[in-house]
């Protein structure tokens, strides 16, 4: 399977960034990438679009380091 990019506490971001306007973020998903593409997706575009997103995104956020 090789290495796949995952974070320390193994949830992946899916956010905004915190600091530069029109940046966003969705890495970290481990091998679970190609599994999550597609939610994954979804919630970029209603972060980018500022829709109101399926989920509570704040769990996701890259604030959280």
Known sequence: MGHRPALPDTVPVISASGR???????????????????????????????????LDLRPYSITRF
Do not use: N
């Open 20 to 54: 530069v306007p029109g940046v966003f973020y969705a890495t970290g998903h481990g091998h679970l990438g190609v599994t999550h593409a597609a939610t994954t997706a979804r919630l970029m575009g209603d972060l980018i679009t500022g829709a109101p997103p399926a």
